[in-house]
């Protein structure tokens, strides 16, 4: 079982950057694979970024590809999402997610591949 818990969120101007930050609890947090997804108001949940368990491979929707970055630190349970150059569009909020890695295919971009979810975080981008 693994329980995660996004922050970081808040409002920024466009053009500007935030980094999200997830902790995961749970001690096989180095055998997940993590990711992160987003919804705005009376949109889809859409995939964002995925990072393999042994943090060797990360995969980027195009959306966001060039601006977002996904990392992890598994000594301290956590994954990241540094945010770059950031549009009003990309006002949602945002979810950290995690499933087993091993023995699944990659890369994981849709939302059922994914056994945990957290709370989610706001990010507002005003223009």
């Known amino acids: 079982q693994v329980q995660l818990v996004e922050s970081g969120g808040g409002l920024v101007q466009a053009g500007g950057s935030l980094r999200l930050s997830c902790a995961a609890s749970?001690?096989?947090?180095?055998?997940?694979?993590l990711g992160w997804f987003r919804q705005a108001p009376g949109k889809e949940r859409e995939f964002l970024t995925a990072?393999?368990?042994?943090?060797?491979?990360?995969y980027y929707a195009g959306s966001v590809k060039g601006r977002f970055a996904i990392s992890r630190d598994n000594a301290k349970n956590t994954v990241y999402l540094q945010m770059g150059s950031l549009k009003p569009e990309d006002t949602a909020v945002y979810y950290c997610?995690?499933?087993?890695?091993?023995?699944?295919?990659?890369?994981?971009?849709?939302?059922?591949?994914?056994?945990?979810w957290g709370q989610g975080t706001q990010v507002t981008v005003s223009s």
């Open positions: 997610v995690g499933g087993l890695g091993f023995g699944r295919t990659w890369p994981r971009s849709s939302a059922d591949e994914y056994e945990y």
């Open positions: 749970g001690r096989t947090f180095s055998s997940y694979d």
């Open positions: 990072i393999r368990w042994s943090g060797e491979r990360t």
